[in-house]
Structures are given as structure tokens and as C-alpha cells.
């Protein structure tokens, strides 16, 4: 097999998006059968376990306190309705459980009952995520030992649009945050949103980001923006679909060995689109009627949409091998 690259230029990364599209797709998809069975997808089912009231400003999101965006806060879950919710989503097919919580950083209290949460959830076999916000190195090493095996920490962006998008941490912030999680022995889960208003350039130098990190995240979530109304990205301009196909193109070619997520935004996405980005390395999406705070299409929508497709869900027993 090819070595991974650490050092893609921006050059190198736009005459990629640059060429044409059936090139493009067909070099994508030929290093994904490389690393991947291309008819096998990777199911996580996500749950908001401390929802809104978030002081983070983050230009996208429902949950920041500063957006006007209408959303019921709800305190962190008790931990038997979280084990409900992942005992729900097993039984649905999923093999990995996301757990996501709108704080700046968890406080080391809060991070003890999400430990009771992974450890519930790691032993209903279970594979374990969670995404608190910054973490701190002792966290990280808490959080393995507790069984966890992904953190999902996005850069969202690129360096250079990022301070149009969010203001109360830096880029470095996620950088480090991402450095502890990968130091502590954790797979790294890490992406970004494309549809924010940004260019193709910082598409590119998003892409460029995460494929030149010391080691590629073992999941990369591509989003697309869900846009909220009350929040200052609502009505921004739409990524045409083709375009939103070539990221995820581009990210396979630059994270071959990586599962690249077709992440937020499917409800908005055609069966047509979703075939596309599958066909163009993604082989990983959310499954359940809702990701945070937004809908997802639902289970039986999704199921219909594999048997069209001829795609098979990873079992959990699956993903644990392709993870090892
Ligand atoms: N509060 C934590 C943090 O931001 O690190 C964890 C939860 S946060 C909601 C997780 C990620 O979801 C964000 O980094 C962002 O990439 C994605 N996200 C949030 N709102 C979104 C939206 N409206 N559309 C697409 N992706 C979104
Ligand atoms: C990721 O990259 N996308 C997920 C997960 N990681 C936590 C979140 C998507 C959120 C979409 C908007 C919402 O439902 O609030
Ligand atoms: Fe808070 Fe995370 Fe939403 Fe930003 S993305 S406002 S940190 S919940």
C-alpha cells in the first residue's frame, strides 16, 4: 500500500478539485476500493446529551447562547435515559454512539458522569464518542481509561475564514485539543462544514489541515451546513452539490486510509447526491431521525437507500476489526 502524505500543497490539493469530475471521481474511488470494501458503510447514531446555552459563538450553531436560534436548553441527561438512547441505536444497527454536549470545555465534575456514559455505553459493546469541546491532557488520559474510543473535535474550517466564524477560541485551541486526544492513545475524530459561505481556497486549506496533521483523524466528518434560523449563517449561499461531491472526493484521495463521514446535512441531500459521495469515498454516515438538534432522515428512509445502493452496514463486530 501507498505510504500516507503529511505534506499536500495547496497547489497539489486544488489541481485536484480542479480537475474534471468524472477524473476525479474515478481516481477517488479507485484508492478507496484500495483501502475499503466500497459496498460497507460505518453507522454512528448521534444524541445531544447537554444541549443549548452554549458561550461559545460559533456562526452555525443552534446551540450557542449568543444566537437567537428558538431551542430548548436541557440540563446533562441522566445517565440511564443515555443508556435507553444507545440500547435504541444498537438495535437499530448502529455500531458506534456519539455523545455530544454544547460546553466551551467540560468542568472535570461534568466529565465524570460522561465517563459513567462512555463506560455504560463501551459495555453494551458498543463503540464509544464523544464531543465536549476543549479538553485538557489529563482529560484525555481520564476519558481513555474510561474506555473511549473516539473523540470527535472538528476544525470546521479553514484558518482563514475560521475568525468569520467563530471568535471565543482560537484555531490553536483546536489544534492542541487535538494533539492531547491523539497523545492519549484516542482515534481521533476530526472534519469540518463546507456551505458556510467560504471559498473553494478554503476548502483546500481545510483539507490541507487535516491531511498534514501528524496523523491523519481516523474519521473525517463532512458537513454540510444545516443553516438555523436565528443564527447568523441562516440564508448564506448554498454549496452546489457537485462541489460538496468533490470535497468529499478530495478527502478520500488525501486521507485514503481515513473513514470519511457524509456528516450533517443528508436530509437536504437526494438519494442521487448520497450515491455520488459513496461512490466518492464517503463510507460513513449518522443514522437516526436526529443528529444535535436537527433532523436526519430516518432509519427506514436509510435502509431503503442502502438496499438501492447494495451497501451493508458495518456490524459492530465489523468496525471493531477495520478500527484495530
Ligand atoms: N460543543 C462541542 C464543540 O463545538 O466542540 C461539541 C458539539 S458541536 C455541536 C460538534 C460539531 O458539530 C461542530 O464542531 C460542528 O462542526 C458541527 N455542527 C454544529 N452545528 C452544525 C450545523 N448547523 N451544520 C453542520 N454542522 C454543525
Ligand atoms: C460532526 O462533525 N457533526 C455532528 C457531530 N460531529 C457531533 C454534529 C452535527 C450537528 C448538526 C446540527 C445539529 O443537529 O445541531
Ligand atoms: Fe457550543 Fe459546540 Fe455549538 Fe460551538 S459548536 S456553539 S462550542 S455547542
Not at 454549496?239 to 484521495?253: C, N, S
Not at 485514503?256 to 436530509?267: C, D, F, H, I
Amino acid at each position: 500500500m501507498n505510504s500516507l502524505r503529511h505534506d499536500w500543497t495547496r497547489d497539489e490539493i486544488a489541481a485536484l478539485f480542479e480537475q474534471p469530475f468524472n477524473d476525479l471521481l474515478f481516481q477517488a474511488h479507485q484508492l478507496h476500493r484500495r483501502y475499503f470494501d466500497p459496498n460497507r458503510v460505518q453507522v454512528s447514531t448521534l444524541l445531544s446529551i447537554k444541549t443549548g446555552a452554549c458561550p461559545e459563538d460559533c456562526a452555525y450553531c443552534s446551540q450557542s447562547a449568543r444566537n437567537a436560534a428558538e431551542l430548548e436548553r436541557e440540563r446533562l441527561l441522566p445517565l440511564a435515559e443515555v443508556v435507553e438512547k444507545a440500547r435504541a441505536a444498537k438495535h437499530n444497527g448502529a455500531s458506534r454512539f456519539c455523545m455530544g454536549a454544547a460546553w466551551r470545555n467540560p468542568t472535570d465534575k461534568n466529565l465524570d458522569k460522561v465517563i459513567e456514559m462512555v463506560e455504560a455505553v463501551h459495555a453494551l459493546g458498543l463503540e464509544t464518542c464523544v464531543t465536549l469541546g476543549m479538553l485538557t491532557q489529563q482529560q484525555t488520559q481520564r476519558l481513555k481509561q474510561a474506555g473511549l474510543d473516539y473523540y470527535n473535535h472538528n476544525l470546521d474550517t479553514s484558518p482563514e475564514y475560521y475568525g468569520d466564524i467563530i471568535t471565543t477560541r482560537t484555531y490553536q485551541d483546536r489544534l492542541d485539543t487535538l494533539t492531547h486526544v491523539r497523545d492519549a492513545g484516542i482515534n481521533v475524530c476530526c472534519g469540518g462544514i463546507v456551505g458556510m459561505g467560504e471559498q473553494q481556497d478554503d476548502r483546500i486549506s481545510l483539507l490541507q489541515q487535516l491531511a498534514n496533521l501528524p496523523q491523519h483523524p481516523e474519521s473525517v466528518p463532512i458537513n454540510m451546513l444545516v443553516q438555523i434560523e436565528g443564527t447568523p449563517l441562516h440564508g448564506v449561499e448554498k454549496i452546489d452539490a457537485l462541489d460538496f461531491v468533490r470535497t468529499i472526493a478530495v478527502a478520500r484521495m488525501l486521507m485514503p486510509a481515513s473513514t470519511v463521514r457524509l456528516s450533517a446535512g443528508r436530509s437536504e441531500m437526494s438519494d442521487e447526491m448520497q450515491a455520488l459521495c459513496f461512490f466518492a469515498g464517503a463510507n460513513s454516515i449518522f443514522y437516526g431521525d436526529k443528529l444535535l438538534t436537527t433532523t436526519n432522515p430516518d432509519e427506514n428512509q436509510d435502509r431503503k437507500l442502502f438496499a438501492r445502493l447494495g451497501i451493508n452496514q458495518d456490524t459492530v463486530e465489523q468496525a471493531q476489526v477495520s478500527a484495530a
